[in-house]
């Protein structure tokens, strides 16, 4: 065993355990809202690499429905952002609101403070309040007047843009971006899941008929698991390769970033935790790759109707794995 892999050890009872939570939270979403085994498969990975998820869809395909059916599965607080052009950073993150009785100021936490936040239409709201977004994305806490404020644990932001509308709108930074660890696109369900969600959904809202099949704590040790399956140096070296193979090709003006791979490796201990294994494989990289690495590619200009997501699977197609 390598020096650097070590310390990094999961049991076989921590195995199982968190392989039964991934299945029983995939099942409680099922019950909640009609999408592919893909994006649920996706969504609980990013769950588990403590990863944020950014959903670009079209209204009405069940984007609000799926974060709250994750919060209600494992009965963590939930918050949501619906983003404007006026929403300030205050608004998002609290602010210091001064108390005349006591004399002295006090901190009121924002919406960002609860475990499932839900950010909607996060481009709509202005640059300023997007930036807000970064330490609390990054860094899990927050900056008010020089004092710093830590966010509850677990986090996890799932924000929500329409890939159509554009009026009003801002397009996300490169920086905000390169925070999220996946995106997602739920798409249309197929006729016959669209008929059985008319049908399951036509007496009410079912998420809150879900019952919790799990808490923080049971997710948190779930996350510390993900965190110790082994990844090689061979493998370290197969994912700085395909960041390099992004940056090289003419097509694109900026490649994925060093957070990239970070953030590609985590989740692909994630999916091999999930999978019942305790060391990841290239096959995990390679199956989460165009979710982690397509929405961080500048494509150049004389490409930019290019599909990033092919360039991602030609990188991984060029690269052999070791």
Do not use: W
């Not at 195995?15 to 029983?24: D, E, K, M």
């Not at 006026?86 to 993150?93: G, R």
């Not at 709108?169 to 008319?198: C, H, K, W």
């Amino acid at each position: 065993m390598e020096p650097a892999d070590a310390a990094q050890h999961v049991a076989g009872a921590e195995v199982a355990s968190a392989v039964a939570l991934g299945r029983a939270v995939a099942a409680n979403l099922r019950q909640a809202v009609e999408v592919r085994d893909d994006v649920i498969d996706d969504l609980v990975v990013a769950l588990f690499a403590e990863g944020h998820i950014l959903i670009e869809d079209l209204p009405g395909v069940g984007k609000t429905t799926l974060a709250r059916a994750l919060a209600q599965s494992l009965d963590l607080e939930f918050a949501r952002v619906q983003c404007t052009a006026d929403l300030l950073p205050a608004d998002v993150v609290g602010t210091n609101i001064f108390n005349q009785r006591e004399d002295r100021f006090e901190f009121r936490p924002g919406p960002i403070f609860s475990n499932v936040v839900l950010v909607d239409e996060v481009n709509r709201a202005s640059p300023k309040t997007q930036s807000g977004l970064l330490e609390c994305m990054q860094e899990r806490r927050v900056t008010v007047d020089i004092h710093t404020h830590e966010l509850a644990r677990p986090f996890l932001v799932i924000a929500t843009q329409n890939p159509v509308e554009y009026e009003g709108t801002y397009p996300l930074p490169e920086a905000q971006v390169d925070r999220f660890m996946i995106r997602l696109s739920l798409g249309y369900p197929s006729a016959e899941g669209e008929a059985n969600m008319l049908h399951r959904h036509e007496m009410g809202d079912r998420v809150d008929a879900l019952r919790p099949v799990a808490d923080a704590a049971a997710l948190l040790e779930a996350q510390q698991a993900a965190s110790r399956v082994r990844a090689s140096a061979a493998l370290r070296d197969y994912v700085v390769a395909l960041l390099r193979r992004t940056r090289d090709d003419r097509r694109v003006e900026l490649g994925a970033s060093p957070r990239s791979g970070l953030l590609l490796l985590r989740a692909a201990k994630a999916r091999a935790l999930l999978a019942g294994r305790d060391h990841a494989l290239p096959d995990d990289v390679q199956a989460l790759a165009p979710a982690v690495l397509s929405h961080r590619l500048v494509l150049a200009p004389d490409t930019i109707d290019q599909d990033a997501s092919a360039i991602v699977a030609d990188a991984i197609a060029a690269t052999p794995a070791r």
